[in-house]
């Protein structure tokens, strides 16, 4: 399977069989996340692999979440996948970007904090982004291994942190469940090319 074809293949999947994974697939895909690029290569980033029925249970309590107008939205589902995987951000080694006198700023490291307390100076880190990225990678080496994922953002972080003994100074703002589909749904409608694509200028 190729890449094109992975990314036509995957699936958000919420109904997984009760099927481990094999330890060696299951680090084909850990070692898809570490070769996955990150801003100036920082590489900030940690993963927790949660196979633990308890540990998998109180971290699918952490993924509840309400609506707008009040709803509360349970993901049981998640408590169905042999593997959670949560990605942490490791902030203060990741590049952060802010604006200063017309020009963009690249900063890592210690100078970290104090640009995080100037908000009004546009900071911005790219932790999120490289997690992304990463998940990315692991979503569609997934599919090459017959295997489904869903992105998990509607989580409380806080709660998710005590769970897993997360430090203060460590974000988990999201997670991906693995497992193997008890099938795989059809494909979402996308938007066409037409729609989305614009050359030279914003159009």
Same mark, same amino acid.
């Given at each position: 399977?190729?890449?094109?074809? $992975?990314?036509? !293949?995957?699936? #958000?999947?919420?109904?997984?069989?009760? *099927?481990?994974?094999?330890?060696?697939?299951? /680090?084909?895909?850990?070692? $898809?996340?570490?070769?996955?690029?990150?801003?100036?290569?920082?590489?900030?980033?940690?993963f927790i692999v949660v196979k633990d029925k308890v540990t998998k249970s109180r971290i699918t309590a952490a993924c509840t979440w309400k609506t707008e107008d009040?709803?509360?939205?349970?993901?049981?589902?998640?408590?169905?996948?042999?593997?959670?995987?949560?990605?942490?951000? %490791?902030?203060?080694?990741?590049?952060?970007?802010y604006h200063k006198n017309s020009e963009a700023i690249i900063t890592s490291g210690a100078a970290f904090e104090d640009k995080m307390a100037l908000p009004s100076? @546009?900071?911005? #880190?790219?932790?999120?982004? *490289?997690?992304?990225?990463?998940?990315?990678?692991?979503?569609?080496?997934?599919?090459? /291994?017959? %295997?489904?994922?869903?992105?998990?953002? @509607?989580?409380?972080?806080?709660?998710? !942190?005590?769970?897993?003994?997360?430090?203060? *100074?460590?974000? $988990?703002?999201? $997670?991906?469940?693995? @497992?193997?589909?008890?099938?795989?749904?059809?494909?979402?409608?996308? !938007? #066409?090319?037409?729609?989305?694509?614009?050359?030279?200028?914003? #159009?």
């Amino acid at each position: 399977m190729n890449v094109l074809e $992975a990314i036509q !293949k995957r699936r #958000s999947i919420r109904h997984y069989k009760p *099927d481990d994974i094999p330890e060696d697939v299951l /680090e084909r895909l850990l070692n $898809a996340l570490r070769l996955a690029p990150s801003g100036g290569n920082k590489q900030p980033w940690k993963f927790i692999v949660v196979k633990d029925k308890v540990t998998k249970s109180r971290i699918t309590a952490a993924c509840t979440w309400k609506t707008e107008d009040g709803n509360q939205i349970y993901q049981n589902w998640i408590d169905e996948a042999p593997v959670v995987i949560i990605a942490c951000g %490791l902030v203060k080694e990741a590049f952060g970007v802010y604006h200063k006198n017309s020009e963009a700023i690249i900063t890592s490291g210690a100078a970290f904090e104090d640009k995080m307390a100037l908000p009004s100076m @546009g900071f911005e #880190s790219c932790f999120t982004w *490289d997690l992304a990225i990463a998940l990315d990678h692991l979503t569609l080496a997934a599919v090459a /291994e017959g %295997l489904g994922t869903c992105w998990i953002g @509607g989580l409380y972080e806080p709660q998710l !942190k005590a769970i897993l003994s997360i430090p203060e *100074d460590v974000r $988990a703002p999201m $997670a991906i469940v693995l @497992g193997y589909p008890v099938a795989w749904p059809e494909p979402r409608p996308r !938007k #066409s090319l037409d729609e989305i694509i614009c050359y030279d200028k914003y #159009s």
